[in-house]
């Protein structure tokens, strides 16, 4: 089976820690027409979230945003994709990464060492057209497109884009993440997207660096982040606007955006996504 993950995905998905997902939600997302659901915060080997989400739904995708490689054995990683797959045919695209230097004591040659695991997860059985890899930096792009079905790039605003899709060429799937709050007040809405940016992405080096890339200054990235900083990676406005920006993606283009809705703790996210699918006309 060959996967064309643009008609599968659309071009808009909610990105949401997995921890945070519910089957409930799933069906919500599914229903207000969004095309996937991305669990972050590294889902385990298992992969267990992933059925019962698919099993409460009847067309959405349910996508990985990402599988750790330092934390999650590639062989059972494979065995879970054969499983979800016999259940759920075409309904799982699988994405992995090499996480983070600071919270990995193995962490050692990451270029490398995802080579590897592409190719396990491949001998395992896993197909390289279900499969997507969370890449910044150029030589990673590289990789994801000869090896996967492309990118799942995080907290990148739509400058980034335009660079990946020029390295990536026009085939693979471009699917980059991008924080939302739906706030019109600038200052109300930087205080709740400046933690999410601070804590941890300003002091982890593969952010830091690939926003150094981009041109972002030393002084944009002290301090919890210059608010033109905040500006650039978290969407915030009334529905209309943040839909704007997020559109600035696929102009930019990317094939697929991965929205996380940015909430005050324990707020309900459904009725942000009901605002949002409205504006982006799902």
């Known amino acids: 089976m060959t996967r064309d993950w643009r008609d599968r995905l659309g071009q808009y998905g909610i990105w949401r820690g997995a921890s945070a997902v519910t089957p409930d939600l799933a069906a919500s997302v599914e229903k207000l027409g969004y095309g996937a659901l991305w669990l972050g915060s590294s889902p385990s080997a298992d992969l267990a979230v992933v059925d019962d989400l698919l099993d409460a739904t009847a067309t959405l995708t349910v996508a990985t945003g990402i599988v750790n490689m330092w934390q999650a054995d590639p062989g059972e990683v494979a065995e879970s994709f054969a499983r979800i797959e016999r259940r759920h045919p075409g309904r799982f695209l699988l994405g992995v990464g090499a996480g983070h230097r600071e919270a990995t004591q193995e962490y050692a040659r990451p270029y490398e060492t995802m080579v590897a695991y592409v190719d396990a997860l491949l001998a395992g059985g896993v197909p390289a057209d279900a499969m997507v890899l969370a890449a910044l930096g150029p030589k990673m792009l590289r990789l994801s497109a000869d090896r996967t079905a492309g990118a799942h790039p995080y907290l990148v605003p739509p400058e980034y884009t335009r660079q990946a899709r020029e390295i990536l060429g026009a085939g693979p799937l471009l699917a980059p993440e991008h924080k939302a709050v739906l706030e019109t007040d600038p200052e109300a809405a930087r205080a709740i997207g400046r933690p999410r940016v601070r804590t941890p992405y300003l002091g982890l080096v593969n952010y830091t660096a690939n926003l150094r890339r981009l041109g972002w200054a030393e002084a944009d990235l002290a301090d919890g982040g210059s608010d033109a900083l905040i500006d650039a990676l978290v969407a915030h406005g009334d529905a209309s606007a943040v839909a704007a ?38």
């Open 245 to 282: 920006r997020l559109g600035e993606h696929l102009s930019a283009g990317a094939d697929h955006v991965c929205i996380q809705l940015l909430t005050p703790p324990d707020a309900d996210p459904v009725p942000g996504y009901a605002a949002l699918a409205g504006a982006l006309g799902l």
